[in-house]
């Protein structure tokens, strides 16, 4: 079992599977003013709404993956409407997943998860080293996981499971007998 094929694996499915229940929500409720605002980094407003929680999960991929390859900043306050659509949101995970999963399985194959990396998009620059970016950006989508899970419950909307990584070791069990 390789750790790292478990966590990263099982942030991006959790995600898309968050996304495409949001799919099945109106607008109304995707901007529905969520009951518990939580504030996670310091730096940053509230997580507002359930939309503004999905489209923060994508763009913590989207930034961190820039940051990765040398790409720029994405926009952060100024996500235009249609790139906040469930459906567009999972096209913006699907491009800077494929990004952020290409340069850490070659970090993952060399065992270089104490190497470190400048991140230019850093006001100054700053280094970190790739495991704890990893390890970050785990435990801060985890959270808002967690917040997008309850959201969506509050609306009544079944959610299947609880976010779990063994949900994802589960359903690579189901699609290698099926």
């Keep these: 079992m390789d750790l790292f094929d478990i966590f990263a694996g099982q ?22 003013p969520l009951k518990n605002q ?22 913590t991929k989207e930034v961190w993956a820039a940051a990765l390859t040398g790409g720029s900043m994405p926009a952060i ?7 906040r ?19 850490l399985t070659e970090v993952r194959n060399r065992s270089g998860w104490d190497d470190t990396f400048v991140d230019a998009l850093c006001e100054p620059p700053e280094t970190f080293t790739f495991g704890g970016m990893f390890a970050h950006v785990i ?9 997008a899970i309850d959201a969506l ?20 069990a189901v699609a290698s007998v099926g």
């Design 11 to 32: 942030e991006s499915w959790h995600t898309r599977r968050l996304l495409d229940v949001a799919k099945t929500l109106n607008d109304e409720q995707l901007d529905l």
């Design 38 to 59: 939580v504030k996670v980094f310091p730096w940053d407003g509230p997580d507002q709404t359930l939309r503004q929680i999905l489209d923060r999960m994508v763009l």
């Design 77 to 83: 306050d100024n996500t235009p409407p249609s790139d």
């Design 85 to 103: 659509t469930p459906r567009a949101m999972q096209a913006r995970l699907d491009k800077a997943d494929a990004k952020f999963h290409g340069v």
């Design 139 to 147: 435990t801060f989508n985890a959270y808002r996981r967690m917040l």
């Design 153 to 172: 419950r509050r609306l009544g909307v079944k959610v299947e499971g609880f976010g779990c990584p063994s949900e994802y070791v589960a359903s690579l």
